[in-house]
Nanobody, 127 residues
Framework: QVQLVESGGGLVQAGGSLRLSCAAS????????MGWFRQAPGKEREFVAG????????AYADSVRGRFTISRDNAKNTVYLQMNSLKPEDTAVYYC????????????????????WGPGTQVTVSS
């Protein structure tokens, strides 16, 4: 079992920044890869970024590449998502999720592949 809790969401103006955190706990957290997803009202949940605990290789959706940065702190079992140059279309509930490393696909982030999810944190970007 892995437990995930997100924090750091809020309301920000377009062009601003936010940093989301995802605290992970449970057994063998390092055997999982971590992903950030988001879901806007009326839309499907979509992959935003992913990272491996071991090695730290990262992956990004085209819509956020160059603006968002995913990172991790192994000592704290925490994954971060630094979001810069935010746009109104980034408004969504952001979720942290964990997938066994052997099933992690950095090219195609499929929500159904991920075993554990946090409750989500709301990000609202005003124009």
């Amino acid at each position: 079992q892995v437990q995930l809790v997100e924090s750091g969401g809020g309301l920000v103006q377009a062009g601003g920044s936010l940093r989301l955190s995802c605290a992970a706990s449970g057994r063998s957290v390092s055997t999982y890869a971590m992903g950030w997803f988001r879901q806007a009202p009326g839309k499907e949940r979509e992959f935003v970024a992913g990272i491996r605990w071991i090695g730290g290789s990262t992956a990004y959706a085209d819509s956020v590449r160059g603006r968002f940065t995913i990172s991790r702190d192994n000592a704290k079992n925490t994954v971060y998502l630094q979001m810069n140059s935010l746009k109104p279309e980034d408004t969504a509930v952001y979720y942290c999720a964990a997938v066994p490393t052997r099933r992690y696909n950095p090219v195609v982030g499929t929500p159904g592949d991920y075993d554990y999810w946090g409750p989500g944190t709301q990000v609202t970007v005003s124009s």
